[in-house]
């Protein structure tokens, strides 16, 4: 069936250091869209890309969606302990959502 | 102000006593779904609806029944709970079904504890 791997399930990085977390799917995805989940909150929306080698900027954030729309990329540079939180990418073949296991980020001040 | 209604927010009950988790959302959204999050699993998708009237098995939908009577409500219900759906419990909607318009808006989770 369907799978979405995320690497690392956890990394923690000291503050000002960049972080970058993978996604990987089994199948080819429509879309692939970022959320960020803060300890003890619920998932937040941060971006969605839908075109083959597609990049895309959010200050300090960078997302990247591969050539064959199978895999995705988050990069953070210059991390600071406001990016401490869970991050999930999930990918949509068909009309049901497809969340990785998300990389939970430390950042270290 | 916009947003997605969970309750209640944390629950414990115990094995085979029948309860429903309720959602609703206020900005006449036509997709919603419901997920669990158990650590090192992530989110995995139990039911979603389309639309009104029509509802779908998401990955891991044993257990559980969903209704989709009126567009803004959509409720989890769990007819006889055992342990392993102890979890937290997110309710989720995006503006259409359409791919390319489909950010999903989190309600705040509720926490079930299933003895």
């Known amino acids: 069936g369907q799978q979405v791997m995320q690497i690392p399930q956890y990394q923690h990085v000291q503050e000002g250091e960049d972080f970058t977390t993978y996604c990987n799917s089994s199948?080819?995805?429509?879309?692939i869209q970022w959320y960020k989940q803060r300890p003890g909150g619920h998932p937040v929306f941060l971006i969605q890309?839908?075109?083959?080698?597609e990049v895309k900027k959010q200050k300090r954030l960078t997302f990247q969606f591969g050539e064959a729309k199978k895999n995705s990329s988050l990069h953070i540079t210059a991390t600071q302990t406001t990016d401490v939180g869970t991050y999930f990418c999930?990918?949509?073949?068909?009309?049901?959502?497809?969340f990785g296991t998300g990389t939970s980020l430390t950042v270290i001040p | 102000e916009a947003q997605v209604t969970q309750n209640p927010r944390y629950l414990i009950t115990v094995t085979g006593k029948k309860l429903t988790v309720t959602c609703s959302q206020n900005?006449?959204?036509?997709?919603m779904s419901w997920y669990r999050q158990d650590p090192g699993l992530g989110l995995r998708q139990i039911y979603y609806?389309?639309?009104?009237?029509?509802?779908d098995k998401g990955d891991v939908p044993e257990g559980y029944k969903v209704s989709r009577k009126e567009k803004r409500n959509f409720p989890l219900i769990l007819e006889s709970p055992s342990p392993n759906q102890t979890s937290l419990y997110f309710c989720?909607?995006?503006?259409?079904?359409?791919?390319?318009?489909?950010?999903?808006?989190f309600g705040p989770g509720t926490r079930l504890t299933v003895l």
């Open positions: 989720a909607s995006s503006p259409t079904a359409d791919r390319a318009t489909d950010t999903q808006y």
């Open positions: 199948t080819t995805l429509s879309n």
């Open positions: 890309l839908v075109k083959s080698g």
């Open positions: 999930a990918g949509r073949p068909g009309n049901q959502f497809y």
């Open positions: 900005m006449n959204h036509e997709y």
């Open positions: 609806s389309m639309n009104v009237e029509a509802t």
